[in-house]
């Protein structure tokens, strides 16, 4: 089945980040409970996200997360789970995500797909792309 590509923007609205380890030296362990409002081929307010985060540094690090999302994909209503894997470069975060298999409900059941986004610091708003597909 072929793919559909979106793109569109994201913007945090919640960030609330705890200490887990590492605080005296180390590499730092952290989790983060984040919310965002998502704008273009994905328009939904509120996503809840919980992201493990571990830095490297004062630059470097990575984190995992999973974020869940309700509202539309292409005018298509429901909700939908990405996992998403990304690193702290100099300037901002790179991400890779998935859409986990089996979390699409509503329309967006049997959703499949990849996408990326690249968060620079002191941009309001990150782009983000997604191509996808839904099962029949």
């Known amino acids: 089945m072929p793919k559909t590509r979106i793109t569109g923007t994201f913007t945090f609205t919640h960030w ?8 005296k030296g ?13 704008h273009g081929g994905i328009e939904a307010t509120g996503s809840s ?9 004062d630059s470097g690090g990575t984190y995992v997360g999973y974020e869940h999302i309700e509202g539309a994909l292409d005018g298509r209503e429901g909700s939908f789970v990405i996992e998403q894997r990304g690193s702290f470069v100099a300037d901002g975060i790179e991400c890779a995500f ?18 990326t986004f690249t968060a620079r610091h002191g941009q309001k708003s990150t782009p983000y792309t997604l191509d996808y597909a839904l099962d029949e």
């Open 16 to 23: 609330d980040e705890q200490p887990v380890a590492g605080e």
């Open 26 to 38: 180390g590499v730092r362990v952290a989790h983060a409970a984040v919310s965002n409002d998502f």
């Open 98 to 115: 998935t859409v986990l298999p089996g979390s699409g409900t509503g329309a967006l059941a049997g959703l499949r797909g990849t996408g």
């Open 49 to 57: 996200c919980q992201y493990t985060l571990a830095y490297l540094g």
